[in-house]
């Protein structure tokens, strides 16, 4: 749960110039969502594969 919220609030580094800054900020948010996606996924897997 603690990676997971991690994933979701951690600040991101931002690009030098403004018009870097779009293109961090969405490839942060993508990286984000991909990791939560896969730390649900992982859960999931330990839980059908625990029991």
Known sequence: ???LQNALMED???GDFDR???TVDT???VQRRALVRLIVIAGQ???TLGS
């Open 1 to 3: 749960k603690y990676v």
């Open 27 to 29: 490839l942060a948010q």
């Open 12 to 14: 991101t580094p931002q």
């Open 20 to 22: 870097g800054k779009d």
């Open 45 to 47: 897997l330990e839980k």
